[in-house]
């Protein structure tokens, strides 16, 4: 299958239904009360990022002077990670065909000013397992390129109760967010958008 002309790029525009969404939302508001979110910066510079993060699951993806790498547990609290809930596990078991279960996933906080630059998902040991993206809250604008930076670019928008795979071909393709619509979806109450990335780090 693929999308936007993409060999194993995969939408499923509107897979989680408002209650589900609704439903996610309450499991990770239990997930930042003991991971709460923190500010990534970039490696060396120590530019911040402008997305705010946190993970679920044994794994966690961070970012910091020292590089990004994936740890056990949460950079400021020191403590692990909660589990990956039940609700959002089942979403990588319908639409994810890989065989063994993600060990991470990244909660992504955007406040409207947020984006996220062209970059590829290259920290996981197994770059053979597809990504599953999960959105929740306002819209926004996805972009993907190639396999190398700079090349042709195309982009669609991501809505909430939307998801994505990147598999195959898309796997190691760039991508980021260009802009995020404030106010377009009151599934936050505080507004903003939520990106949830299913990764599978080990063999
Ligand atoms: O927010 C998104 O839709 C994409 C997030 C992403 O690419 C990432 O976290 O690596
Ligand atoms: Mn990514």
Redesign the pocket.
């Given at each position: 299958m693929a999308y936007l002309g993409i060999s194993g790029l995969k939408y499923y525009q509107n897979w989680l239904s408002e209650k589900k969404q609704q439903k996610i939302i309450g499991l990770l508001r239990d997930c930042v009360a003991v991971s709460p979110l923190f500010q990534p910066c970039m490696p060396r510079t120590g530019k911040p990022f402008s997305v705010k993060m946190t993970n679920l699951g044994s794994l966690g993806w961070v970012s910091d002077k020292q590089g990004y790498r994936y740890q056990p547990s949460h950079p400021v609290t020191g403590r692990p990670w909660l589990p990956i809930p039940d609700d959002i596990m089942t979403i990588w078991n319908e639409l994810s065909d890989w065989h063994v279960p993600p060990e991470a996933c990244?909660v992504?906080y955007?406040s409207p000013e947020a984006r996220?630059g062209a970059?590829v998902?290259n920290d996981e040991h197994n770059l053979a397992a597809p990504i599953v993206?999960i959105?929740l809250g306002d819209s926004?604008t996805?972009r993907i390129g190639g396999h190398k930076r700079g090349g042709p670019t195309r982009s669609m928008r991501?809505m909430s109760g939307d998801c994505l795979i990147l598999s195959g071909d898309a796997r190691l393709r760039y991508?980021?967010?260009d802009r995020v619509f404030a106010g377009s979806s009151d599934l936050l109450r505080q507004g903003g958008r939520i990106?949830l990335?299913l990764r599978r780090v080990n063999y």
């Open positions: 990244l992504n955007y996220m970059h998902d993206s959105s926004a996805f991501l991508h980021g967010i990106n990335t």
